[in-house]
């Protein structure tokens, strides 16, 4: 119970101090110390836990992904490809709904920590002939952003859950995608609400042919980082790097020109965020505390569908990340689930509750660098993502009635 009351406290300040409009990169250094104070952590461990959180290989991979999206998103918005990619897209898709939705969907399918940031562009692109509020925009990029997790083996987290398991990855997928048809369906009825048919602007319409060639030949770079990681498991930072010197050579920038974009493109402000919710992060591995939460869980003898829906919840809104929730909480669930193999509906649930708390985190990394972006009110985007998670999240349903 105090791992509990401790990291709620701490939960609560952090929300306060975003609602007091405070960086998120200084919020999650202000919650890092509170945490470790509250647990009486020694300093020297704490420091210790911030720089692995800074130079670890993970912590510098994901760093190295973020900045490299950035360049390649500047790259693609000044080259003016960018804007051709949307055009000739709204001539294949008239509709610019299914421009906004298939864009963060697209970009989706490759698991680069925080690619929400490179679908913004898109989304915003694409819905410059419609009025929405920022919060929508936001929502639709951050939603359709996340469809693929539940079911893609190129995101660890699913992978993780079948190595610990031991059931084949083919059958949690099966488990799992009523939760991704439901994130498709519930989109189209709350984030493009308000929002009619409105077709392709007549003088841009220059024959589907001629578009889809554009657009194949913008998307090539997107299409290229994809096959070289999907395909031939190449290191994302390897891909992401390769992809941008050769834009930078096809495109023909001089070396002021480089140091231009790379000024441009690298934002001081949204590196300092990753380093504060990547040191919240450590802080909560070298706290012990959610492994804590996750024991007296355990040990409570509160009904089994209630703790395996509300350990991984509470993991992944305290660390945003699909992979902390299922390595800190799955091996502690999986004895409730019915032995070894556990039962393949009540791991769905799980996975499914798990990746609502992601989506609902105050330090998922999409979620922020898509509100920066768009320069949304935190409080406004939450009040669209709400319900139709929870409703994704009821789809879970589904796998523990066929599969039980």
């Known amino acids: ?43 020297l461990r704490f420091l210790f836990g911030v720089r692995t959180a800074l130079v ?22 000044t080259t003016g490809t960018l804007k051709r990619m949307v055009e000739s897209l709204s001539e294949l898709l008239p509709d610019p709904r299914l421009v906004m939705a298939a864009m963060p969907a697209m970009i989706g399918m490759l698991p680069s920590p925080g690619g929400a940031v490179f679908s913004a562009p ?24 996340h469809i693929w997790e539940y079911v893609s083996p190129l995101y ?14 083919q059958r949690i997928v099966l488990a799992n995608a009523p939760f991704a048809v439901s994130v498709v369906c519930w989109g189209a009825l709350f984030c493009f609400a308000g929002i009619g048919s409105i077709p ?18 913008t998307i090539a770079p997107i299409v290229a980082t994809l096959a070289a990681v999907v395909l031939f498991r190449v290191n994302p930072v390897i891909a ?9 050579a096809g495109h023909r920038y001089r070396p002021s020109a480089i140091l231009t974009s790379l000024r441009e493109s690298v934002s001081l402000k949204a590196l300092f965020l990753v380093f504060g919710i990547m040191i919240f992060q450590e802080t909560l591995r070298v706290t012990g505390a959610l492994d804590g939460i996750s024991r007296f869980f355990a040990a409570s003898g509160l ?9 991984p919840f509470l993991a992944g809104l305290m660390t945003g990340l699909t992979i902390a929730y299922v390595g800190i909480t799955f091996p502690i669930l999986m004895p409730l689930m019915g032995g070894d193999p556990p039962s393949l509906g009540l ?22 660098l898509t509100r920066e972006y768009f320069e949304a009110d935190m409080s406004r985007v939450y009040r669209r993502l709400w319900i139709p998670q929870t409703l994704v999240l009821a789809a879970g349903a589904v796998p523990v009635y066929i599969f039980s």
Not at 56 to 77: G, H, K, Y
Not at 156 to 169: C, E, F, M, R
């Open 347 to 368: 791991l769905a649930l799980a996975f499914g509750s798990g990746f609502a708390g992601v989506m609902l985190s105050p330090v998922h990394l999409c979620l922020v």
């Open 200 to 217: 392709a602007a007549a003088e841009n319409r220059t024959g589907r042919g001629r578009a889809l060639r554009t657009f194949l030949f």
């Open 240 to 248: 992401m790097g390769s992809v941008t010197a050769l834009l930078y």
């Open 303 to 311: 009904p089994v569908l209630l703790i395996i829906t509300a350990i």
């Open 122 to 145: 898109m989304v915003r692109e694409a819905s410059a002939r419609l009025s929405l509020p920022a919060d929508q925009k936001a929502m639709i990029n951050y939603w359709y952003r």
């Open 56 to 77: 670890s290989p993970q912590s510098l991979e994901m760093t190295a992904t973020l900045v490299f999206t950035m360049i390649m998103e500047n790259i693609l918005r």
């Open 1 to 43: 119970m105090t791992d509990l009351l401790k990291t709620i406290a701490v939960l609560a300040v952090v929300v306060w101090l975003l609602r007091r409009k405070v960086h998120l990169g200084t919020v999650m250094v202000a919650g890092s110390l509170l945490l470790a104070l509250l647990y009486l952590t020694p300093p």
């Open 156 to 169: 660890p987290g699913i992978i993780l859950v079948a190595g610990l398991s031991h059931i084949p990855y």
